[in-house]
């Protein structure tokens, strides 16, 4: 018997698992120690990053998220990647922020097909006052859905943060998108510094952080190791990582960036997943493009987290269909918010919105 368990001729069911011990949260992360990481052996690097996941998290359990753009297009800053910079020459039209109800009418829509948060993200380089207190009325009315809130709405000051978390919102997404290193050949309207003050204000305020980057822009494996370290290093792991796979735009620079290795996405979630052992970490853009087989080696790495629903902000995302058949395919149940009347999408789910960290993963199987 090895600390896993016997060796394994029939999978143990998760609940006669025998119990791995969590990995300590480190915050002083080497970009040498990253890249190790990343160029360990695929099967080594998995096998670590699935014992580390079955340590804190349920591995069949999966979160879904909901996007809905607020306002679109006509953005100032200059982002390489994004549709929605005024920037580049993009065929997006563009669209004035959303009244309260068609972001109700969406939000509901998320609910009914199980999605337990809903994230509203708006083509802003930072909020004004006016808007933010539309933004502020939007987030309580999704509250009061009885949905997890997140929105993402450019750099932040304190005082917003604040008022935001006044309202009641749960998670603030802002990216740090890249390494340092590579930051500059992507953007160059705001600062490296900029996001991780963001960030700052976000935390200081008892928000959840959701924050993450972008893959495939043209950055090397060092790139990637390097964004980890800055991830797993701030102050607090971000609850919440998104890991994107560019989404190429036509009339953006980095529009025809040769496409990244598949195993390089596998690998960095698998990284992510060890180095920030208790947080959520989302196959979050690009999944519309992706196999079933490919996605399936994300979760295995430990991606736990996916947007759901047939839109991400102004791009297809995989169909809820597709998903509901994958989800049922690999026997992954979700969590979804208390709310009796909704529809069940697919496979199964389960009522484990509590978002512990060091969640047992020995819950009762709900199939
Ligand atoms: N304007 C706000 C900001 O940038 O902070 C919020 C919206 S912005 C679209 C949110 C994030 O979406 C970006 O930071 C980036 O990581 C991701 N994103 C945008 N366009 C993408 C694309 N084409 N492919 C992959 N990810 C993308
Ligand atoms: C994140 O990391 N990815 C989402 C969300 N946060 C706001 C956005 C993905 C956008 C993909 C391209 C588009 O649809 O415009
Ligand atoms: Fe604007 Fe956000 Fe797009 Fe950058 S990513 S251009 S800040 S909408």
């Not at 960036?257 to 060890?274: N, S």
């Amino acid at each position: 018997m090895t600390e896993f368990g016997p060796p394994m001729h029939a999978a143990p069911k998760p609940s006669e698992a025998p119990v791995v011990v969590a990995a300590p949260e480190r915050h002083d992360w080497t970009v040498d120690e990253a890249e190790a990481l990343l160029d360990l052996p695929f099967n080594d690097l998995l096998f670590s990053a699935q014992r580390g996941h079955r340590a804190r998290f349920d591995p069949n359990l999966i979160q879904l998220s909901t996007l809905l753009s607020i306002k679109t297009g006509g953005c100032s800053e200059d982002c390489g990647y994004c549709s929605q910079s005024a920037h580049h020459e993009t065929t997006l039209e563009r669209e004035r922020l959303l009244e309260l109800n068609q972001v109700l009418d969406a939000a509901r829509a998320a609910r009914a097909v199980g999605s337990s948060r809903f994230c509203m993200g708006a083509a802003w380089r930072n909020p004004t006052e006016k808007n933010l207190e539309r933004v502020l009325a939007m987030v309580e009315g999704v509250k009061a859905l009885g949905m997890e809130t997140c929105v993402t709405l450019g750099m932040l000051t304190a005082g917003q943060a604040q008022r935001l978390a006044d309202a009641g919102l749960d998670y603030y997404n802002h990216n740090l998108d890249t390494s340092p290193e590579f930051y500059g050949q992507v953007i160059s309207t705001r600062t490296y510094q900029d996001r991780l003050e963001t960030l700052d204000h976000v935390r200081a305020a008892g928000l959840k952080t959701c924050s993450g980057g972008i893959l495939g822009m043209g950055e090397g494996r060092r790139d990637r190791a390097s964004m980890l370290c800055q991830l797993a290093n701030l102050p607090a792991h971000p609850e919440s990582v998104p890991i994107n796979l560019l989404v190429q735009i036509e009339g953006t620079p980095l529009f025809g960036t040769d496409a990244l290795d598949p195993f390089e996405l596998v690998r960095t979630i698998a990284a992510a997943r060890l180095m920030m052992p208790g947080s959520y970490v989302r196959l979050s853009a690009g999944r519309d493009d992706m196999s079933d087989e490919l996605q399936a080696l994300c979760f295995l790495a430990g991606a736990n987290s996916v947007f759901y629903g047939e839109r991400l902000l102004t791009t297809d995302n995989a169909g809820s269909d597709r998903d509901r058949a994958l989800f049922g395919r690999l026997g992954l149940a979700f969590e979804t918010v208390e709310a009796p009347d909704r529809a069940e999408p697919g496979g199964c789910h389960r009522h484990t919105n509590d978002h512990d960290r060091a969640r047992s993963p020995r819950v009762e199987q709900a199939r």
